[in-house]
């Protein structure tokens, strides 16, 4: 019987020969990301309740501060201060306001083949490039930086074969919506959302961080993609080499096998207060606006960017709409510059933000008031999630939110 | 070992945006975060629940973020388990890693009424209104964990701190 990548990955990670799944092991981690959302508890977890203990190898640790960056109160400044102190006195990589932690993962250590924690639920993104990337709590976290190991049981793989193309105006942002309004917010639970067919194999890596970060939005363990030509120029792009190329084999089991035609997905939403409650652009056209978001971890990459640029180019925004924009990234940021689109974004009247998380989680920035409605290209649409427990948050691909902005009122853009 | 506690019900995608909401993650402590517990959905929630109660909610309980602020405050609202249909899996280990006790049935949350009392027998069986749920065990090294009062306790102990 083979193997799923996921299955591969893990069992390199137990240092076995296979695992199935699940059984439960113990596994060395490659790597270890905690952002400005928890890292400041586990550090008072390290220091007061286990006096300060060895930390296995301060090389596989990355400390990123995106969430509350710049700082908007004394509280967060505090947090921030504890972290930066830290990172310093155990020489441990540290970045502030770079971009989004997981972006930044992506551009500077994600490999292929490796073992991931991320006390950050979107850490799943990393499986766009082979890594068997997962999402922990700080206590979950710790253990692993002071044992360099923590313990997983092996998921079940569903497998989603995607084949054809998308037609203009559709995107991956509404192929991952058509998915988990298909398949439910617990659709994957615990599970392995492996993508694969033609359909696939035909994104960006980009395109399919933008399938893998959503994962968890079914309740997922991690999404992942076979590595292959994209995935070797995106490293090669880098500087970075592979740990290891694995594939699935052709008899490995899966629990459940979807199919996907790309041509026939359309631009959707999903509607407060579920991931999963999803229907299409039409059907909720006339719904007013008060915000629009495009950014993220799911988003505002240099092609969301360049797709709301041509959306926004020689329009304004409507009267009573703010429209935020965030790049991903600084280097993404650099290169809407030089490509003129952040011209375009400030002539449409937008406002555009240092990279970070933003509005999409409401805090720090961009906060929604009660009874208001927000579109945007986030991760999330729960209860209150960008603001007051009264405000709604609608979520879209960039184009939707881009040409939302524009007419005031949720819209196509075709 | 058994436990007996009053019921509160909840529905299904319990989300850890509503069980913490992010404008309260800056606060100090979780002892001034809990007062918010649950508040986007029941505001008056948390100043009602009594040390002991039991949560009975439906599936995807805990979906979401990893912010462990999550079951930590239902811990330190004395909780004393979430019965539900099905968990989100990064609640769930952050739910054992901080002593909380989770139960997945599928029968109870479709029949259980807020303010009547559940007994439950971990591992065992839950009885209510006359009528016992079967319920599974949890494998040993979680309850071991559980039981240490979490994976921080745990590590003290393995430390030789406690």
């Keep these: 019987m083979g193997m799923t990548i996921s299955e591969k990955i893990l069992a390199k990670a137990a240092g076995r020969d296979r695992v199935s799944a699940g059984e439960i092991h113990t596994v060395d981690i490659d790597r270890l990301m905690s952002n400005d959302g928890t ?54 990589a540290f970045y502030e306001g770079k971009g989004v932690c997981h ?58 074969h995607l084949t054809g193309r998308f037609q203009e105006g559709v995107y991956p942002r509404d192929l991952i919506l058509t998915i988990i309004g298909d398949i439910g917010a617990d659709g994957a639970t615990y599970k392995v959302m492996e993508f694969t067919g033609d359909g696939a194999k035909a994104m960006s890596i980009n395109e399919r961080m933008v399938l893998t970060n959503m994962a968890v939005e079914a309740g997922a363990k991690t999404g992942i993609f076979q590595p292959d030509e994209k995935t070797a120029e995106y490293l090669a792009a880098c500087g970075r080499e592979p740990k290891y190329l694995l594939e699935s084999d052709p008899d490995a089991v899966y629990e459940k096998e979807y199919y996907y035609d790309l041509s026939k997905i359309r631009p959707v939403v999903a509607r407060p207060d579920n991931v999963d409650d999803v229907v299409s652009v039409d059907e909720v056209k006339n719904v007013i606006i008060h915000q629009a978001f495009i950014g993220s971890c799911n988003s505002g990459r240099i092609e969301e960017l360049r797709t709301a640029a041509s959306i926004l180019k020689g329009h304004k925004i409507h009267e009573g709409v703010r429209l935020l924009i965030a790049p991903a990234s600084n280097t993404v940021y650099l290169q809407a510059l030089q490509e003129g689109l952040l011209d375009i974004f400030m002539d449409a009247g937008a406002m555009i933000m240092n990279s970070n998380c933003s509005v999409c989680w409401g805090s720090c920035q961009g906060v929604i008031g009660e009874g208001e409605v927000l579109i945007s290209t986030g991760t999330r649409n729960f209860k209150g999630r960008a603001g007051h427990k009264d405000s709604k948050v609608y979520l879209a691909s960039a184009a939707t939110v881009a040409a939302s902005a524009v007419t005031g009122k949720i819209g196509g853009h075709r | ?26 606060l100090k402590s979780i002892e001034d975060m809990k007062k918010f517990a649950f508040s986007p959905l029941r505001p008056e929630l948390a100043g009602s629940i009594r040390p002991g109660d039991i949560i009975v909610a439906g599936k995807n309980f805990g979906c979401g973020s990893s912010r462990e602020q999550a079951p930590e405050i239902i811990k330190s609202l004395q909780v004393s ?34 303010g009547e009392n559940i007994t439950v027998s971990i591992g065992e069986f839950a009885e209510y209104q006359g009528v016992r749920y079967e319920l599974s065990p949890l494998p040993r090294n979680l309850m071991e964990i559980i039981e240490a009062g979490g994976l921080v306790a745990a590590m003290r102990k393995r430390n030789g701190l406690e």
């Design chain 1, 39 to 92: 890292t400041h508890l586990t550090i008072d977890m390290f220091n007061t309740i286990l006096k300060k203990p060895r930390i296995a190898d301060k090389d596989k640790l990355v400390f990123i501060i995106d969430h509350n960056v710049p700082a908007d109160n004394p509280k967060t400044a505090a947090a921030h201060k504890k972290m930066r102190d830290f990172a310093k006195e155990h020489e441990i």
């Design chain 1, 103 to 160: 972006q930044i993962m992506m551009e500077e250590y994600v490999r292929p083949g490796e073992l991931i924690f991320g006390a950050d639920s979107h850490t799943c993104t990393y499986g766009a490039l082979g890594a068997f990337g997962t999402g922990v709590g700080n206590t979950d976290f710790l253990y692993a930086i002071v044992t360099g190991k923590s313990w997983v049981m092996v998921p079940h793989s569903l497998r989603f």
């Design chain 2, 1 to 26: 070992m058994k436990i007996e506690g009053r019921i509160w019900v909840l529905g299904d995608d319990i989300d850890t945006d509503i069980i913490i909401p992010t404008e309260y993650l800056a």
């Design chain 2, 81 to 114: 388990c979430v019965i539900a249909k099905s968990f989100a899996r990064i609640f769930y280990r952050n739910a054992i890693n901080n002593g909380l006790l989770l139960i997945e049935n599928a029968q109870l949350p479709d029949v259980a009424t807020e």
